[in-house]
């Protein structure tokens, strides 16, 4: 059956020099490399988020250019119409986005110099 001598002893096999050594240098160049390959993989982001980025600003160029093109020939075509519908300037009101706090504050000056006290005590 089996030999009882065989299976004491250890199975240790000696393996290639040239083996070792191959592994070796892979291991070495990967290690090695690993900077190399992290920072080509910055650039590339880099790169394609700078495209992306010249990307959107010519794409908001280009819808500006229209809203202006937009707006000239609309005014070329109020300064072309007959002089009959221009006589009558169309007057839009502003849009105010902040509060008018000049006009609060004379409000409030003119309510303080003629009202009346407001606790019940006169001066006197």
């Known amino acids: 059956?089996?030999?009882?001598?065989?299976?004491k002893e250890p199975h240790t096999r000696s393996v290639n020099s040239q083996i070792t050594d191959a592994v070796t240098q892979t291991n070495t160049m990967n290690i090695g490399l690993a900077p190399a390959n992290s920072m080509a993989t910055l650039y590339q982001t880099m790169a394609q988020s700078m495209g992306a980025a010249l990307q959107n600003s010519v794409s908001n160029?280009?819808?500006?250019?229209?809203?202006?093109?937009?707006a000239l020939s609309q005014n070329i075509q109020l300064i072309l119409q007959p002089k009959a519908r221009s006589q009558q300037p169309i007057h839009f009101s502003p849009v105010i986005i902040q509060p008018n706090f000049h006009s609060e504050a004379h409000s409030d000056d003119n309510d303080a110099e003629g009202a009346a006290p407001k606790s019940g005590r006169s001066k006197g």
């Not at 059956?1 to 299976?7: F, I, R, V, Y």
């Not at 160029?61 to 937009?70: C, D, E, F, P, R």
């Open 1 to 7: 059956m089996t030999d009882s001598k065989a299976s």
């Open 61 to 70: 160029q280009q819808h500006v250019n229209t809203l202006n093109l937009a």
